[in-house]
């Protein structure tokens, strides 16, 4: 459970405002992701829920870039959200009365098949929650495609359970606030940002080197533009651990020595189980090396 306030992406009824009812917290909606951080920078709210990454369509660009290079914030915890698309119409249309499906573009993009199967033609509006609020307000036999919160929001009947052609989608979200860092659990991942003072040969091996030697296992790595200049690039690193591990310390300090510059976004809880069995496998492999390593050693002879 969350306390405070917490902004998140509006409206009411997408899938950010149905993400951030998970928390618990008294939500704020605003326009936009840049709206979205800036908000929690500046103390409007205590926290904000971005959207980081979805499975179809990647990272989202306007979190990471605001965390990046706008804001110095910190991210406390994650939710990854399944995103299920429903087709909504007002009581009493059926799906054969449907004359338009309207939707934000990526949702549109994401039932093509759908679509297609059942001859329905399709209009892009703002946002999948603005599209339910129109249908709602329409005396028109249009649909929506949009969530199951929208649907109970906007008065709206379920035509169509999960209508998306991709059954795996998902949405990972960031919970990002000011200064504190979260708790370790055992369960952890921690996200950084590595600035190169050159361009050269060998420099990213020179990076990721550092985590392998410590058999730190890195989840993603992406590179975004600096923004000072054509082919000048900075590195996102997300692995497996907490900033209170010794291993991590050890890791994150010798990048910063290394480099121009490392910027900490964050060590957080991670959702799921798979990450804490492969720390644990990861450890217990270190623990046999070091009694192998010590059994060496007391085979040596006396000087």
């Known amino acids: 459970m969350v306390t405070g306030r917490v902004g998140f992406l509006g409206p009411e009824g997408s899938f950010s405002h149905e ?8 939500a704020v909606a605003y326009p936009t992701i840049e709206d979205l951080l800036a908000a929690v920078a500046v103390g409007e709210v205590d926290e904000a829920l971005a959207p980081l990454e979805n499975a179809l369509e ?3 660009s306007a979190t990471i870039d605001g965390l990046v290079f706008d804001h110095d ?46 001859g329905l033609a399709s209009e892009a509006t703002a946002s999948t929650s603005r599209a339910a609020r129109e249908v ?15 649907a109970e929001l906007f008065g709206l009947a379920v035509l169509a359970r999960d209508v998306e052609d991709h059954p795996g989608n998902e949405t990972r ?8 860092i979260a708790a370790p659990t055992g369960h952890d991942r921690t996200t950084i940002v590595c600035f190169q003072d050159a361009d050269r040969p060998g420099s990213l091996y020179g990076i990721l080197g550092r985590f392998a030697a410590r058999d730190l296992n890195l989840t993603k790595l992406e590179s975004r533009p600096t923004k000072r200049g054509l082919g000048d690039y900075c590195f996102v690193v997300e692995f497996e651990g907490h900033v209170s591990d010794d291993v991590v310390a050890d890791c994150l300090a010798d990048l910063e020595a290394h480099l121009a510059r490392v910027k900490f976004l964050g060590s957080y809880p991670v959702t799921g189980e798979g990450a804490g069995v492969r720390r644990d496998e990861v450890s217990a492999r270190r623990r046999a090396a070091e009694a192998w390593i010590e059994g060496l050693r007391a085979r040596v002879e006396p000087t």
């Not at 951030?20 to 917290?25: D, F, N, Q, R, Y």
């Not at 959200?81 to 499906?101: F, K, P, S």
């Not at 709602?136 to 929208?150: F, H, K, Q, R, T």
Request: charged share 15%; hydrophobic share 55%.
């Open 73 to 118: 914030l910190v991210i406390r915890r994650e939710v990854v959200l399944a995103i299920h698309l429903h087709l909504l119409a007002r009581a009493g249309v059926a799906l054969e009365d449907v004359t338009l499906v309207r939707s934000y573009v990526h949702a549109l993009a994401q039932v093509r098949g759908f679509l297609h199967r059942h």
């Open 58 to 60: 990647g990272t989202v």
């Open 19 to 26: 993400a951030v009812t998970s928390l618990g917290a008294a």
């Open 173 to 180: 979200f960031v919970l990002v606030g000011r200064g504190t």
């Open 136 to 150: 709602a307000a329409s005396d028109e036999p249009w649909a929506a495609v949009g969530s199951a919160l929208a």
